[in-house]
């Protein structure tokens, strides 16, 4: 008997459907945690935040792989990678609460989406990878995009916007070092360093000046949420790349800028600015041609085998 041809497009449609949910999540918490940032900017300064966070994260981490039996799993294999990776993270997390304070959330975002362009570059040093052409065009394309969101001159450059950068920078050298982490260890072991490890650095550096500022009453609650809004929106995103293809799931990750420029604009009253929507969509555009190139690639070497 032979089957309706629609019938190959139900389980698709359903890996859409859930992957849209799961970032749904994603998008909720990335959002929450800008606005939790600013919250307790006032009070602490983003080392504290961070050695707060990562506490907190510390300990929601080890209760979950408790439960779940996975703590077995922690290893003292690449303790160096895994600071390297930590110290990566920590450093763009920080520059990426600084920025918050300091620019349009949207602006935030529409950098922040330039991490996967600055990865690809990394990855033929740390991953051994091959830059390709269209990687190249993906880096500069991205760069453009830079250009037009920040649009650089002597009065308009300022410490937010390279604050900005600078985080997207950390982050792809987090995700490339993970990518290299995830080939020997498990999404435990490489939790628990990480919240482990942030929380140390972060002890170093709030008390660096000998005055590490405990928070008041009215921001544990925006630190919790922080600190569960990061571990969530991770599981959401990493949830939604396990059912979907990345040329999926991220243009719903793209929702996220004109999101959190509504959200700035009516909380913040931040002006709505049309070139960081363009620049936004530009660099957006180079992480799809690039996404699409390795798929094509990838069919094409499992034709061949």
């Not at 394309?141 to 937010?160: E, K, N």
């Amino acid at each position: 008997m032979t089957l309706p041809s629609n019938t190959k497009t139900i389980p698709e449609t359903a890996n859409v459907l859930g992957a849209a949910l799961w970032m749904t999540g994603a998008i909720a918490s990335f959002s929450l945690m800008a606005i939790s940032g600013r919250a307790v900017s006032f009070e602490l300064d983003t080392f504290e935040i961070m050695l707060f966070r990562s506490a907190v994260g510390l300990i929601v981490v080890l209760i979950v792989a408790g439960m779940a039996g996975t703590l077995h799993q922690v290893s003292r294999r690449h303790l160096g990678l895994h600071l390297q990776r930590n110290i990566c993270h920590f450093a763009g997390q920080n520059l990426w609460f600084l920025a918050i304070t300091l620019i349009p959330l949207a602006q935030v975002f529409a950098l922040e989406f330039t991490a996967p362009l600055w990865a690809l570059l990394m990855a033929p040093f740390v991953l051994g990878e091959r830059l390709t052409r269209v990687r190249v065009l993906a880096a500069m394309t991205g760069f453009i995009g830079i250009l037009i969101v920040a649009r650089p001159a002597p009065d308009t450059i300022s410490i937010g916007m390279l604050a900005g950068i600078t985080a997207a920078v950390g982050f792809a050298g987090a995700a490339v070092l993970t990518r290299k982490l995830t080939r020997s260890e498990s999404l435990t072991c490489i939790l628990v360093y990480m919240t482990a490890m942030q929380s140390v650095l972060g002890i170093v550096c709030a008390g660096i000046d000998g005055d590490i500022a405990l928070p008041s009453a009215g921001s544990v609650p925006w630190l919790i949420l922080i600190a569960l809004c990061g571990l969530v929106a991770h599981f959401c995103l990493t949830k939604a790349l396990m059912i979907a293809p990345a040329s999926v799931v991220m243009p719903f990750d793209f929702v996220r800028l004109p999101l959190i420029a509504v959200v700035g604009a009516l909380i913040y009253g931040e002006v709505l600015d049309i070139y960081v929507f363009i620049g936004a969509v530009v660099i957006f555009g180079a992480n799809y041609i690039n996404i699409l190139s390795e798929i094509r690639a990838r069919r094409l070497r499992a034709s061949a085998v």
